[in-house]
């Protein structure tokens, strides 16, 4: 498995560079010859998304690549936790194994120090008979007063030395007992060590994998980041794209001869929903977390709930991006415009003249959001204001 997550690390990371090339030709040429137009600023943003879009996948890629090498890293670990118990409970039984057989050594040396003495007490007992005549048959014969004293200091003599002969036995056996005893511990102590040996050899291949696989994890980290890094830059291009075609769309608008019709605007949702939830001003983006400036409102509403135009005029964009999902531009003349964005769909296509409380979009969760709402932005001669000084 490590081979096969370290390849496709590898393949993850060629996949990498390759993004960031193509997102630095397509950026860098898109809108060529026409870079003051609102085609050459679609291209762009076109191009931005779509890279964008790319980066995420390899951001994903890299996040699985992470989590299949912590996996894996985490499955060695725990067997090498194993066994390491394994093989403390094999030194445990060992070290026992020794003492067992140190012990048995110690009673062979005590019973063979036994035996040794005893035997020097018979062997000295043979020796002084031998040497004043006691033990010869001979002299016991003619030192006795009869055959029956005979036959007694014979039987006497004949009982000492089977007693001598039986005590020297028993230490023998004592002895052989106890080395058998000692034998068949060390053959346990031989069969734990082999034991041992094939237990280290192994944690020491696992120890071997252990280390490939941290490095899988720190180049799953380390791509991670990257793709992480990548998504984060092309996000900021496409938004920067993005906001310098919703100005060059507002441009157009101002410099457009239409003038305002005036009169307060339309609430864009049915009245169910009036609740803002965020209002016109700097928060913490509730999806990026990151303290930005809220250019609109924002108004929950379920899924699918109609949107009317807030005043009379003409449609200049329905598109979509990345953080708006997809939304709706229109001009009511004099500088003004209203934008609605997070939509689900739209009902109205670029040129259409609208009349106020139209029909012109649906509720939806399109782009950044944590939910279904609409976002109202309103724009004067090209600026953000506050969408609320437009309501009664």
Not at 79 to 97: F, N, Q, R, S, W
Not at 132 to 152: W, Y
Not at 200 to 228: H, Y
């Amino acid at each position: 498995m490590s081979r096969i997550v370290g390849d496709r690390l590898k393949y993850l990371k060629i996949f990498l560079c390759a993004v960031l090339i193509l997102a630095m030709t397509l950026l860098g040429t898109a809108g060529a010859g026409n870079s003051s137009g609102l085609t050459a600023l679609e291209d762009k943003l076109a191009a931005a998304t779509t890279q964008r879009k790319n980066a995420e996948s390899a951001l994903t890629s890299a996040k699985s690549e992470y989590n299949d090498a912590m996996v894996e890293k985490q499955a060695i670990d725990q067997k090498i936790l194993a066994l390491e118990v394994e093989i403390d409970a094999l030194d445990d039984l060992i070290a026992g194994y020794r003492k067992e057989i140190e012990q048995k050594n110690a009673q062979i040396l005590i019973e063979e120090g036994k035996l040794a003495e005893k035997y020097q007490v018979v062997r000295e007992r043979i020796r002084i008979k031998h040497e004043d005549g006691s033990g010869n048959f001979l002299t016991v014969l003619l030192e006795s007063d009869g055959l029956a004293e005979f036959f007694t200091r014979i039987d006497r003599f004949s009982a000492m030395m089977e007693y001598d002969k039986r005590l020297l036995d028993s230490y023998n056996a004592g002895i052989a007992e106890l080395e058998s005893l000692r034998d068949g511990v060390q053959s346990h102590l031989d069969a734990v060590e082999l034991q041992m040996d094939e237990l280290e050899k192994r944690r020491d291949e696992l120890e071997t994998d252990q280390k490939a696989a941290a490095k899988l994890v720190s180049d799953a980290l380390g791509s991670m980041a990257s793709a992480e890094a990548e998504v984060e830059r092309l996000t900021k291009i496409e938004e920067k794209y993005g906001a310098e075609r919703k100005a060059k769309l507002l441009e157009l608008q101002t410099s457009s001869n239409q003038s305002y019709v005036g009169g307060e605007f339309l609430w864009p949702l049915p009245l169910d929903y009036q609740k803002v939830t965020s209002g016109w001003g700097w928060r913490i983006h509730p999806v990026t977390k990151k303290q930005q400036f809220h250019n609109g409102i924002d108004i929950p509403a379920p899924y699918g709930t109609s949107i009317y135009a807030v005043n009379d005029g003409t449609v200049v964009e329905c598109s979509y991006n990345a953080a708006d999902g997809y939304y709706v531009t229109i001009s009511h003349g004099g500088g003004l415009a209203s934008f609605y964005s997070h939509l689900s769909r739209y009902r109205v296509k670029v040129g259409d003249k609208v009349k106020r409380g139209q029909l012109i979009a649906n509720v939806g969760t399109s782009g950044y959001t944590t939910g279904a709402h609409l976002n109202l932005n309103v724009y004067k001669d090209g600026v953000s204001v506050n969408p609320l000084n437009y309501f009664g």
